[in-house]
């Protein structure tokens, strides 16, 4: 079974720019997680969703959004960019039904800098 | 709220010398433990879990033990080769109000293996 994939592995952006990022589960997940790794703040959740719909999220500004489409890939935006964004993003997905259901499985991640 | 704390690092050790790093956490109710290891450039990849008390993971010659008493979740190592070098994240599963869940990390602790 292949794993998480996260597109792009890296991107440069500069402040006030807006970003998209993606994330494909594993096949069958249908929660996937985000999270933000920096050498500060350490790793940190920024928000899940189920079935197309956020169902948890972390304590992030609202210029950080996502989104997942109804085959559980999903995206998430960081809009108006500044320079403290700039982290590995990590995403996670996993199977409630599979019986693992606290088990996140992550992807190679998407290391964004902001210049 | 939850919390897991991580002995600090850089670990130096020499290879077949015997790992243990240390994972406390704090939680109400009775989580999921992991520990993850991320290599440089690198996602998280599941080392081994933890789902109940008493629990014992293993995984490519690690163990941890799930100790509820002392609420710890040490990981073992009796042989580190200077492949393990890595970082090494101890997490706990939060069971949040929406369905779901989130991990809860540790700061990570660098290992570093030397032959």
């Known amino acids: 079974k292949a794993g998480v994939t996260q597109t792009p592995r890296y991107l440069i952006k500069t402040r006030g720019q807006q970003v998209t990022l993606s994330c494909s589960p594993i096949s069958g997940h249908r929660s996937v997680s985000w999270y933000q790794q920096t050498p500060g703040q350490g790793l940190q959740f920024l928000f899940e969703y189920f079935s197309e719909t956020q169902r948890n999220k972390g304590n992030f500004p609202g210029r950080f959004s996502g989104r997942q489409f109804s085959n559980s890939r999903s995206e998430m935006n960081v809009s108006t960019l500044e320079l403290g964004d700039s982290a590995l993003y990590l995403c996670?997905?996993?199977?409630?039904?599979?019986?693992?259901?606290?088990?996140?499985?992550f992807g190679p991640g998407t290391r964004l800098t902001v210049l | 709220g939850n919390s897991v704390t991580q002995m600090e690092g850089p670990v130096t050790l020499s290879e077949e010398a015997f790992l243990t790093i240390n994972c406390t956490y704090t939680?109400?109710?009775?989580?999921?433990l992991f520990w993850y290891v991320q290599y440089p450039g690198e996602g998280l990849q599941l080392l081994l879990k933890?789902?109940?008390?008493?629990d014992k993971g293993s995984n490519k010659g690690f163990e941890a033990t799930y100790r509820k008493e002392t609420t710890s979740f040490h990981l073992e190592k009796g042989s580190v080769q200077v492949s393990d070098s890595a970082v090494y994240f101890c997490a706990l599963s939060d069971r949040l109000t929406g369905g779901g869940n989130k991990l809860t990390f540790g700061t990570g602790t660098q290992l570093k293996v030397e032959l």
């Open positions: 996670a997905s996993s199977s409630p039904s599979s019986g693992e259901l606290d088990t996140q499985y």
């Open positions: 933890a789902t109940k008390a008493d």
């Open positions: 939680a109400t109710g009775y989580p999921s």
